[in-house]
């Protein structure tokens, strides 16, 4: 049996400029469950770095050619590059309805009787982790078996007259991490991975799944069910791994709230210390501000374990904001966080959330205000979108004026706020943005930084947004 693992071509921008089009760690599981499970034909075609098509016919021309008899398909923003999934596997079904399609993600899992009922060429979704229906659903359709009993898929029963779409049933079961690995060697050119920002070839990793916080406007924590990690020596490994075979040197964690538990994430900051002797290793990941504060005397391990860079989910400078996403924060912990970052040499990268229902000119300036008084190393504004299988995705349907899910990217106002227009609101963000980061005094500090990789770091940074911003930066024809 043929299975090709495919990557829509999509492209967010936003932070790809930092760290580039990351390899498909979703389909790598999936192809890595499969080989587990004893299938060997398994090609990975990641359309992100294959830009060569002049449009989607020759995509799916491109596809058939390779004789799949079933494709996964789906990308990181899994919202956003529903479209282009589904044009690829139009594309794909016009030239051979036989080939089966399987989709997977967040969007799917929860949005999945609208996609199946509004597009026939996607025969499967699977919901939640995708290790072990994967498996079973490749075995079941390889050996004619009954679908009915595979937990976890929505599928097409063609056994009726007028075909009927089945939910099967949802399984409890978590995923053991160190027993499902990626298939790293479906990569066959790991040169198409280097980021702009410091040229080191990139990937992202995985130590855990989940988070125990609750945020109104996530759906990680319910798409993962709990939090769950793989053993420190399983990353470990992995990331010896992949910087002796395929010179890797920037690994981009997907974790949610990788430091959940605290026993284990010292565990593997000393490992990774241990691994990353020359300081050749470079991690940037994502973190809750409490996590910093509570290790506060671990802060110089995280700089030998290799951790330059922190994303953090700050949202908001004004503490009603918090609260309301239930952030469980307060406005003075982030300023400490950022301080206790900074006192550490550690890049502190800002996330802010713009554009409620309630926003205004003046909520906007405050928070531009505060952020220049709190002084982060970048700061970049995401318009709050809200995910409708979300708490905050339910609240906010009559405020939604954008429709069109492949600008539900963070990039695009999809709220209309009561007291601004969208163009104004875009307007102010990307001035707010731009007057913090390419402020004088910041670009002064960034230059008398005196470790050269994260002070060329932050100004390439810097250069890459300027170039997003001008459109000189390549971005898809298909984003």
Request: with cysteine; charged share 25%; glycine share 6%.
């Amino acid at each position: 049996m043929k299975i090709l693992l495919v990557n829509p071509n999509f492209h967010s921008g936003g932070p790809e400029n930092i760290v580039g089009t990351l390899p498909p760690l979703g389909l790598l599981y999936i192809g890595g469950a499969l080989m587990k499970g004893g299938y060997k034909d398994i090609e990975l075609i990641d359309l992100c770095k294959e830009e060569d098509f002049s449009d989607d016919n020759e995509i799916g021309n491109y596809i058939v050619n390779k004789k799949p008899d079933i494709i996964f398909i789906g990308g990181m923003a899994s919202t956003a590059s529903l479209p282009r999934s589904i044009a690829i596997s139009n594309a794909v079904k016009e030239l051979n309805n036989e080939i089966k399609i399987v989709l997977g993600g967040t969007h799917p899992t929860y949005m999945y009787n609208n996609i199946l009922k509004e597009n026939s060429c996607i025969d499967f979704i699977i919901r939640g982790e995708g290790e072990i229906p994967s498996i079973e659903l490749v075995n079941a359709y390889d050996n004619q078996l009954d679908m009915e009993s595979i937990k976890n898929i929505v599928w097409r029963d063609k056994s009726y007259e007028n075909e009927k779409i089945r939910v099967n049933e949802v399984s409890d079961q978590i995923v053991n991490l160190n027993e499902y690995l990626p298939a790293w060697d479906l990569i066959n050119n790991w040169e198409n991975y280097r980021a702009p920002t410091n040229n080191e070839i990139t990937t992202t990793i995985q130590f855990s799944r989940g988070c125990n916080h609750r945020c109104n406007f996530c759906g990680q924590w319910m798409f993962w069910k709990k939090w769950h990690c793989r053993s420190t020596e399983s990353i470990a490994d992995e990331i010896k791994y992949l910087n002796k075979e395929h010179g890797v040197t920037f690994f981009f964690w997907a974790d949610e709230n990788p430091a959940q538990d605290q026993k284990k994430w010292i565990e593997l900051l000393n490992s990774l210390k241990s691994i990353n002797v020359n300081n050749e290793i470079h991690h940037m990941l994502n973190t809750r501000v409490n996590h910093i504060l509570r290790d506060e005397k671990h802060l110089n391990l995280y700089k030998e374990a290799g951790i330059f860079a922190i994303d953090l989910g700050m949202e908001s400078p004004l503490q009603q904001r918090l609260d309301y996403f239930n952030k469980k924060t307060t406005i003075e912990l982030n300023k400490l966080t950022l301080d206790l970052l900074k006192k550490h040499d550690i890049i502190s990268i800002v996330q802010v959330l713009a554009g409620l229902p309630d926003e205004t000119c003046e909520t906007l300036q405050e928070t531009g205000n505060i952020f220049n008084e709190w002084n982060p190393d970048l700061m970049h504004f995401y318009f709050t979108t809200p995910f409708l299988w979300t708490e905050f995705g339910q609240q906010m349907k009559k405020y939604i004026v954008e429709s069109d899910i492949s600008k539900w990217d963070y990039r695009n106002p999809i709220l209309k706020p009561h007291a601004m227009s969208l163009e104004e609101l875009h307007k102010i963000c990307r001035w707010l943005k731009l007057a913090f980061n390419f402020n004088p005094k910041k670009i002064a500090s960034i230059i008398q930084i005196n470790d050269d990789y994260r002070r060329m770091f932050l100004i390439n940074c810097l250069i890459q947004s300027l170039k997003y911003r001008t459109g000189d930066l390549e971005i898809s024809k298909y984003k």
